[in-house]
């Protein structure tokens, strides 16, 4: 029987704090490992989910061993099995890089529970749960994009504050969307799809009438007033000759890549308005 642990590592282009909470914040877990109820990085806590293709199999978890930003390290046993395996998280700093190794001891012990336990299927679902999933989520960029408008800046400005002209330009991410807002600094910002729901949400920081307008946003679409905001922010700039620059972010590097040419195809729409 192969007893060699199953060993995967890869290199994420983000520091080691925000892999470290990628891995112990189960806010953050769910988007890329499991939807876990409750999370503790704390020795001794024990934890569950419920994990599978076809069949759903519940994993019975017991914290081992945590080193803050180095180590994390938990037993993982099926519920109505006896084999218990373990699974370890080592990360390396590297500058504004992060080391992840994933080593899971022990597998071995669960091939004769069936076929979904061979050892070639833990093989490949960790591979992608850490060089997919788990790089997906931390590994970010910003979205800038710039252009040049042949109108005066208050036309502009009026064109990225004016709730009905927003929906036209707006409409390059999704058809029917709409704001709330008044503006004032401090104030909220709501993003509402065609049928209503809630997009997202953030505060007004920045509001320089035909100059520049900040927006910075909750992590949670549905975050009460007095939430902590998260990094995500939307900051427009115009400059003299009327060279309207947008920059966004930072949001994951899937979603960027989506997300920046509906930018630029905003921007298109509000220099066509603009110069009408």
């Not at 336990?117 to 490949?124: P, V």
């Not at 709730?163 to 390059?172: F, P």
């Amino acid at each position: 029987m192969n007893s060699e642990p199953i060993v995967v590592k890869e290199k994420l282009d983000a520091p080691v704090t925000k892999v470290w909470n990628a891995i112990t914040d189960k806010k953050i877990m769910k988007h890329w490992y499991f939807d876990i109820a409750d999370f503790k990085p704390e020795p001794g806590f024990e934890f569950q989910f419920t994990g599978g293709e076809e069949v759903k199999y519940l994993h019975l978890c017991k914290i081992r061993e945590v080193i803050l930003l180095k180590k994390l390290s938990y037993t993982w046993v099926y519920e109505g099995q006896d084999a218990e395996t373990l699974v370890t998280f080592n990360l390396e700093e590297d500058g504004n890089k992060t080391w992840v190794e994933l080593v899971h001891e022990g597998v071995e012990k669960l091939a004769p529970y069936g076929a979904d336990f061979a050892k070639e299927n833990f093989i490949k679902g960790w591979s992608h749960i850490i060089g997919t999933s788990l790089k997906e989520a931390v590994e970010t960029m910003k979205i800038t994009s710039s252009i040049e408008i042949n109108s005066q800046p208050e036309t502009v400005w009026n064109l990225l504050v004016d709730h009905e002209k927003i929906k036209q330009w707006a409409a390059a991410f999704s058809e029917g969307t709409t704001i709330e807002t008044n503006w004032s600094i401090g104030s909220e910002v709501i993003w509402k799809d065609g049928e209503g729901n809630i997009g997202a949400k953030g505060i007004v920081k920045i509001f320089q009438p035909h100059k520049k307008l900040h927006v910075r946003y909750y992590d949670d679409a549905n975050a009460e007033p007095g939430s902590p905001l998260g990094d995500y922010s939307e900051i427009f700039n115009i400059d003299g000759s009327t060279l309207l620059k947008i920059e966004s972010g930072p949001v994951m590097k899937k979603h960027g890549l989506m997300q920046q040419p509906m930018w630029e195809d905003a921007l298109i729409r509000i220099k066509t308005m603009a110069e009408k």
